[in-house]
């Protein structure tokens, strides 16, 4: 997973670069969105799921390591 930064806005990219996630915080909560690289959230197999799960997981685990609560409140 790769990790920019743009202002307040976090910006990850899966390691297979299918999926991106773009986490913006504030103080009382955070937006979160995550938009599949291939053009369409129809996928032909079932491990672009699988490869979004993973990511998931690891933006969560980045945000919090970054102190941003990801419970929103």
């Not at 202002?7 to 390691?15: A, R």
């Not at 297979?16 to 979160?32: H, L």
């Not at 291939?38 to 990511?55: K, Q, R």
């Amino acid at each position: 997973m790769r990790v920019e930064i743009v202002g307040g806005t976090l910006n990850y990219i899966s390691t297979g670069t299918d999926w991106t996630a773009q986490v913006t915080a504030s103080d009382t909560a955070i937006s979160i969105m995550f938009a599949s690289n291939l053009g369409t959230m129809e996928m032909a197999s079932g491990i672009n799921y699988d490869n979004l799960a993973a990511f998931i997981g690891q933006v969560k685990d980045d945000c919090i390591a970054r102190g941003i609560n990801w419970s929103g409140n």
